[in-house]
């Protein structure tokens, strides 16, 4: 028997969501046809602690693909950028959602291919890595493009 939990401290909360993954993951997977994992948790290192759980349809958009989608023309992109793979820093990207106003300013979120893990990107670093990867379809600072406006403007 494993021991009982005395404080709510960060390996608790790992050991908490191992538990509970074991317990749902075949009811709410195979039967309800759900998608869930843990997206973040708090504690107090004494008797509290919070865990926070994204549920998803079985092949639907997680929060952050949702966001992407409605949102990548914000950043002055040219077309959605979900699912594309990139080059950037001697390594393989695919950029896969979005956290709108980041504190840090690293609002994309990318895959590292070859690893699979997750990392957080700037609008800039992304651009970049597009236009590396097909110059004729992103270009290098999609901000500074002018506008139809200033083009018919100018003539």
């Excluded at 590292?112 to 997750?118: A, L, V, Y």
């Excluded at 957080?120 to 590396?132: P, Y």
Aim: hydrophobic letters at 35%; charged letters at 25%; proline letters at 4%.
């Amino acid at each position: 028997m494993t021991d009982k939990v005395k404080t709510i401290t960060k390996s608790e909360l790992t050991r908490i969501e191992e538990v509970i993954s074991n317990l749902i993951t075949e009811t709410l997977e195979s039967d309800l046809g759900i998608e869930f994992r843990f997206n973040g948790g708090q504690y107090s290192n004494d008797s509290t602690g919070n865990l926070k759980i994204e549920l998803t349809v079985k092949g639907g958009l997680t929060q952050e693909e949702l966001l992407l989608e409605n949102s990548w023309s914000r950043f002055g992109l040219v077309a959605n950028p979900r699912g594309c793979e990139m080059f950037l820093s001697g390594r393989n990207w695919v950029v896969i959602g979005l956290v709108p106003r980041a504190r840090n300013g690293k609002d994309f979120i990318v895959e590292n291919m070859d690893s699979g893990e997750h990392f957080r990107m700037t609008a800039e670093q992304v651009c970049m890595g597009l236009h590396n990867q097909d110059p004729n379809t992103w270009p290098a600072k999609p901000w500074e493009k002018v506008s139809p406006l200033q083009e018919t403007k100018g003539e």
